[in-house]
């Protein structure tokens, strides 16, 4: 709202490592983000990529293509703007060009680092890094760059699993800024759709309140095979 203030305080969550479980239970963290319920209705293949255990040294690689992108004149605008910040939003419409994400562990904050390449029809691949850490008000935070970030809610809908935003910060100089929603882009959701036969698809979608939709991406993925690295 106009009236809302930008709100700064010392950061209430440490970012720390967190005891991984052992390999042969599986990664529990983004599991313990919803309820059991909620877990069991998943489909067996989105339990297992989220319940992956990533070893240290180790990569999950998922190798695809873009199917569909979306930009309105507004959304293009705030991808360009964004580069400022390390370029967290597609840059061009391009479809049916290769796409990959890379999942390692982040061992020193007890989270994931997310690698995320999509080609274009013109010039070099973009290139989108960021972090997810399983700590914030909401259990799950994800940080693009130059200390800004999303607090993530985890949900489950449709028998897929939803990575939606609940807000926007910037740390800066040891504090948390908690960025008013009438600043924000908008309302962000990533859901994991899975396809079948070890296929998957990411649809990104980003929606502001009075501009409507701003970017909607799909990429569609498949399964790493059985021991690759």
């Known amino acids: 709202m106009p009236g809302e203030r930008m709100e700064a305080r010392v950061l209430p969550f440490p970012v720390r490592a967190v005891p991984l479980p052992p390999a ?7 599991r313990a983000l919803v309820d059991e319920a909620e877990w069991a209705a998943l489909p067996e293949a989105v339990r297992a990529r989220f319940g992956k255990r990533i070893a240290h040294c180790r990569i999950v690689h998922y190798a695809g293509e873009v199917v ?5 004149k507004a959304g293009r605008l705030l991808a360009q703007l964004a580069r400022i910040i390390g370029g967290p939003l597609p840059l061009a419409r391009d479809t049916m060009v ?3 994400v890379c999942v390692t562990e982040d061992a020193a904050a007890g989270g994931q680092f997310w690698t995320r390449v999509y080609g274009r029809r013109h010039g070099f691949p973009q290139v989108i890094h960021s972090s997810k ?11 693009v760059g130059r200390g800004f970030g999303i607090a993530l809610r985890v949900e489950v809908g449709d028998a897929a699993l939803h990575f939606v935003s609940d807000h926007y910060f910037l740390i800066l100089l040891g504090l948390r800024l ?8 908008g309302d962000l959701r990533v859901s994991h759709v899975d396809c079948n036969h070890g296929r998957f698809a990411f649809v990104l979608l980003l929606r ?4 409507g939709e701003l970017i909607r991406q799909t990429a569609m993925f498949a399964d790493p095979i059985e021991g690759e690295r």
């Open 24 to 30: 042969q239970i599986g990664d529990l963290r983004f």
């Open 68 to 72: 569909e992108c979306r930009m309105s």
């Open 98 to 100: 290769p796409a990959s």
């Open 133 to 143: 850490r399983f700590c914030g008000p909401t259990g799950l935070e994800e940080y």
């Open 178 to 185: 908690r960025i008013p929603r009438w600043l924000a882009p």
């Open 208 to 211: 502001h309140a009075l501009l």
